[in-house]
């Protein structure tokens, strides 16, 4: 029997967000949850967040952002991703997220959308029904 | 048949904590035996006296309230500037000013970086023309601006255009009040800016600081700062010992330049209001006591202002939460009373809906009323020091001020606070804390009342649900796009070569080592930008103009680059 892959994460920022403590928050708490976890770090393009993704191999992209500007950042990825022909990669976003703009994330096929405060353990539940 | 009871639990709601926010352990109860080392005079003092310990004034309070602020920047300049009326009118005293994230990283609107934050936090302010537009009709003397900005590039900069309006309305440069945050320290370790490395972020600190204390003496041209330290995972420990470190080590550097304490003059550090309330009060106690001794053994003041400490704060938006947002009003009001009872000189709370979006005006009135309420119905501002003597307080403030040695000698022994940062140590020890809290948190030993504890069933309410949506929402596309039309066409609008000569003057004054304080304010006339400012200063140290290094540099900029050879 094949031994079962780790689930792969990526974790970025993108933009001149300075708003960090989520995205550290979340890489201890996947790691702790036994996933291959790889955070970006802040001040990212789009373009390098998808080549980090496909570089890295991972089967979830997770987003964060506290500026409100996650519409903007998801599209702009999932076009980047689109380029490199990657687009089966999922996307999670997280942080400062308004009920509209989950809606137009989710139409996007961006899920979660978590805001700040959310239980660690349903993003984590979240992440490996994505993969799954 | 019987009807089934509900059962009750005593112990419902119960204690888990037996030790502050920052991990120090309490009894149950305080008594003049935990106090009995300490003496009046030398670790209290009258308020007005050194060390300070009981506040700066001896009338504290009752001579002058403390300022009241609260950073004001939305998406444009026009609206930041209604907004600040408004407040004004309301009992702000206080004008904070900050830009939006891409500026506050060290480039323009126009930057590729730039778009997917553009005017998120703040005003997109590239150059004077914005500065004169958000500013416009407000005074320039007789109030106190503060720049809370994160990069080093943004404070010589932003300080600059405060100086190039004032000449420009031929108002008298020496009446320009407040402070630039301006901490090396706190821009690497929090932000990772990318402007400067800290080697000429350092630089740029002192260029700025050394001109001000020439030119314009009453504003306080560096404030360590606490908050960002803090809120990024900072117990109130480290801190308090951060600010001291950072302040002493530029006080020295400043001693290079020939600059005394006594020439600098009063210190002010930015601290944070965090929600445990005697820790909080305590805390900036200790940090008037503690930096007046500093000041006077270790870089040997002479004069009474320069053993004192003015603390602004900034109350925790980390401690805001979305969930039941109507719970922050009793945080902010807490944390609010602590500063009071702490004896701050200048204050900025945070607002009930922080935690969802921009606040709204509505919430920062509330923010001011509190203020209000507490001076005038709630009679606390008439006593200073009011909580002085109680047994628990100045244990705690003694306690702290041990712990905050140790943290210091620390500090000592491992290169000073810039080798900690460059050896990534402080990043190490703030992870450590902030893990140690998110733990304590998910194993149910700190509550955090609406998220992990108390949560309620069912829907949050209609007043929690009209919280959620009033906040501030950033801008659309169509308007990021208006702004990079705009910087663009004012780029192409400018004098050229006047810009270009400004700009090399810049380029050398760096290469040189001069002072580039100056020429930067005669660039800021001619339209140079920020983004430029940042990046001509960086190829004077002959590292890449673009921090990102996304874009060429500018044909201008490589002109007189090349000219200067």
């Given at each position: 029997m094949?031994?079962?892959?780790?689930?792969?994460?990526?974790?970025?920022?993108?933009?001149?967000?300075?708003?960090e403590?989520?995205?550290?928050?979340?890489?201890?708490?996947?790691?702790?949850?036994?996933?291959?976890?790889?955070?970006?770090?802040?001040?990212?393009s789009?373009?390098?967040?998808?080549?980090?993704?496909v570089?890295?191999?991972?089967?979830?992209i997770?987003?964060s952002?506290?500026?409100?500007?996650?519409?903007?950042?998801?599209?702009?990825?999932?076009?980047?991703?689109?380029?490199?022909?990657?687009?089966?990669?999922?996307?999670?976003?997280?942080?400062?997220?308004?009920?509209?703009?989950?809606?137009?994330?989710?139409?996007?096929?961006?899920?979660?959308?978590?805001?700040?405060?959310?239980?660690?353990?349903?993003?984590?539940?979240?992440?490996?029904?994505?993969?799954? | 048949?019987?009807?089934?009871?509900?059962?009750?639990?005593?112990?419902?709601?119960?204690?888990?904590?037996?030790?502050?926010?920052?991990?120090?352990?309490?009894?149950?109860?305080?008594?003049?035996?935990?106090?009995?080392?300490l003496?009046?005079?030398?670790?209290?003092?009258?308020?007005?006296?050194?060390?300070?310990?009981?506040?700066?004034y001896?009338?504290?309070?009752?001579?002058?309230?403390?300022?009241?602020?609260?950073?004001?920047?939305?998406?444009?300049?026009?609206?930041?500037?209604?907004?600040?009326?408004?407040?004004i009118?309301?009992?702000?005293?206080?004008?904070?000013?900050?830009?939006?994230?891409?500026?506050?990283?060290?480039?323009?609107p126009?930057?590729?970086?730039?778009?997917?934050?553009?005017?998120?936090?703040?005003?997109?302010?590239?150059?004077?023309?914005?500065?004169?537009?958000?500013?416009?009709?407000?005074?320039?003397?007789?109030?106190?601006?503060?720049?809370?900005?994160?990069?080093?590039?943004?404070?010589?900069?932003?300080?600059?255009?405060?100086?190039?309006?004032?000449?420009?309305r031929?108002?008298?440069?020496?009446?320009?009040?407040?402070?630039?945050?301006?901490?090396?320290v706190?821009?690497?370790?929090?932000?990772?800016?990318?402007?400067?490395?800290?080697h000429?972020?350092?630089?740029v600190?002192?260029?700025?600081?050394?001109?001000?204390?020439?030119?314009?003496?009453?504003?306080?041209?560096?404030?360590?700062?606490?908050?960002?330290?803090?809120?990024?995972?900072?117990?109130a420990?480290?801190e308090?010992?951060?600010?001291?470190?950072?302040?002493?080590?530029?006080?020295?550097?400043?001693?290079?330049?020939?600059?005394?304490?006594?020439?600098?003059?009063?210190?002010?550090?930015?601290?944070?209001?965090?929600?445990?309330?005697?820790?909080?009060?305590?805390?900036?106690?200790?940090?008037?006591k503690?930096?007046?001794?500093?000041?006077?053994?270790?870089?040997?003041?002479?004069?009474?202002?320069?053993?004192?400490?003015?603390?602004?704060?900034?109350?925790?938006?980390?401690?805001?939460?979305?969930?039941?947002?109507?719970?922050?009003?009793a945080?902010?009001?807490?944390?609010?009373?602590?500063?009071?009872?702490?004896?701050?000189?200048?204050?900025?709370a945070?607002?009930?809906?922080?935690?969802?979006?921009?606040?709204?005006?509505?919430?920062?009135?509330?923010?001011?009323d509190?203020?209000?309420?507490i001076?005038?119905?709630a009679?606390?501002?008439?006593?200073?020091?009011?909580?002085?003597?109680?047994?628990?307080?100045?244990?705690?403030t003694?306690?702290?001020?041990?712990?905050v040695?140790?943290?210091?000698?620390?500090?000592?022994?491992r290169?000073?606070?810039?080798?900690?940062?460059?050896?990534?140590?402080?990043?190490?020890?703030?992870?450590?804390?902030?893990?140690?809290?998110?733990?304590?948190?998910?194993?149910?030993?700190?509550?955090?009342?609406?998220?992990?504890?108390?949560?309620?069933?069912?829907?949050?309410?209609?007043?929690?649900?009209?919280?959620?949506?009033?906040?501030?929402?950033?801008?659309?596309?169509?308007?990021?796009?208006?702004?990079?039309?705009?910087?663009?066409?004012?780029?192409?609008?400018?004098?050229?070569?006047?810009?270009?000569?400004?700009?090399?003057?810049?380029y050398?004054?760096?290469?040189?080592?001069?002072?580039?304080?100056?020429?930067?304010?005669?660039?800021?006339?001619?339209?140079?930008?920020?983004?430029?400012?940042?990046?001509?200063?960086?190829?004077g140290?002959?590292?890449p103009?673009?921090?990102?290094?996304?874009?060429?540099?500018?044909?201008?900029?490589?002109?007189?680059?090349k000219?200067?050879?």
């Open positions: 094949k031994e079962e892959r780790k689930i792969r994460v990526l974790i970025a920022k993108v933009g001149c967000d300075i708003h403590r989520g995205a550290l928050t979340l890489l201890h708490r996947f790691r702790d949850a036994g996933m291959e976890v790889i955070y970006t770090g802040r001040y990212q789009p373009e390098g967040v998808a080549n980090a993704a570089a890295e191999d991972v089967d979830v997770a987003l952002d506290h500026t409100g500007s996650m519409r903007i950042i998801a599209a702009a990825v999932l076009e980047a991703l689109e380029r490199l022909e990657a687009t089966d990669i999922h996307i999670l976003a997280g942080g400062l997220i308004s009920p509209e703009d989950a809606e137009v994330l989710e139409g996007m096929g961006v899920s979660g959308n978590y805001g700040p405060g959310t239980p660690l353990d349903l993003i984590v539940d979240h992440v490996r029904r994505l993969v799954k | 048949m019987r009807e089934k009871t509900i059962s009750l639990d005593r112990k419902f709601g119960h204690m888990v904590r037996t030790a502050t926010q920052s991990h120090i352990d309490l009894k149950s109860c305080y008594t003049p035996k935990d106090c009995e080392q003496s009046y005079e030398a670790d209290l003092g009258d308020p007005g006296e050194y060390p300070f310990t009981r506040g700066l001896p009338d504290m309070y009752r001579d002058r309230l403390w300022l009241k602020s609260f950073i004001v920047s939305y998406s444009t300049p026009e609206e930041t500037n209604a907004a600040f009326r408004q407040y009118a309301n009992g702000m005293t206080d004008l904070r000013l900050l830009a939006d994230l891409p500026t506050q990283s060290g480039i323009d126009d930057h590729p970086s730039a778009w997917n934050s553009m005017m998120c936090g703040g005003v997109a302010t590239y150059a004077l023309n914005v500065y004169e537009k958000m500013l416009q009709g407000l005074p320039l003397e007789n109030v106190v601006y503060e720049l809370a900005h994160c990069g080093i590039s943004n404070f010589i900069y932003f300080y600059s255009l405060l100086v190039t309006l004032m000449e420009n031929g108002l008298d440069v020496t009446q320009l009040r407040g402070n630039s945050i301006n901490d090396p706190r821009a690497k370790l929090v932000y990772a800016c990318p402007d400067f490395p800290t000429i972020a350092r630089r600190c002192l260029d700025h600081i050394e001109y001000s204390v020439r030119h314009t003496p009453k504003w306080r041209p560096f404030a360590p700062n606490g908050v960002d330290p803090c809120q990024a995972g900072m117990d420990v480290r308090l010992g951060g600010c001291l470190a950072v302040g002493t080590a530029i006080c020295q550097d400043l001693l290079e330049r020939g600059i005394s304490v006594d020439d600098y003059g009063a210190m002010v550090f930015s601290l944070d209001a965090e929600s445990d309330f005697f820790e909080t009060i305590a805390k900036f106690r200790a940090a008037r503690m930096w007046a001794k500093i000041a006077r053994e270790k870089l040997g003041a002479k004069t009474k202002r320069a053993t004192q400490l003015k603390i602004g704060i900034r109350t925790s938006g980390l401690s805001l939460q979305s969930q039941k947002p109507l719970n922050n009003a945080r902010v009001t807490l944390q609010i009373l602590s500063c009071i009872l702490g004896g701050v000189n200048s204050l900025d945070s607002s009930i809906d922080e935690a969802v979006g921009l606040p709204s005006y509505e919430a920062r009135l509330f923010n001011l509190t203020q209000h309420i001076t005038h119905e009679n606390v501002p008439l006593v200073a020091d009011p909580l002085g003597g109680s047994y628990y307080l100045e244990w705690l003694s306690k702290l001020e041990k712990e040695n140790r943290y210091l000698d620390e500090v000592e022994a290169g000073g606070i810039f080798a900690c940062l460059e050896s990534g140590w402080l990043n190490e020890v703030m992870e450590a804390n902030r893990l140690k809290v998110q733990r304590e948190k998910a194993e149910g030993k700190r509550l955090i009342v609406g998220v992990n504890a108390f949560q309620g069933e069912g829907e949050e309410g209609p007043i929690n649900k009209a919280i959620q949506d009033v906040a501030y929402k950033v801008p659309s596309v169509a308007l990021r796009e208006e702004r990079v039309r705009e910087v663009k066409e004012f780029k192409e609008s400018r004098n050229q070569q006047a810009l270009k000569r400004s700009l090399k003057e810049i050398r004054a760096t290469k040189e080592g001069r002072n580039v304080t100056r020429p930067i304010i005669e660039a800021a006339k001619t339209g140079a930008t920020l983004g430029e400012v940042t990046g001509v200063i960086r190829l140290y002959g590292i103009y673009d921090p990102f290094e996304q874009i060429e540099t500018p044909a201008l900029v490589g002109q007189l680059v000219e200067s050879e």
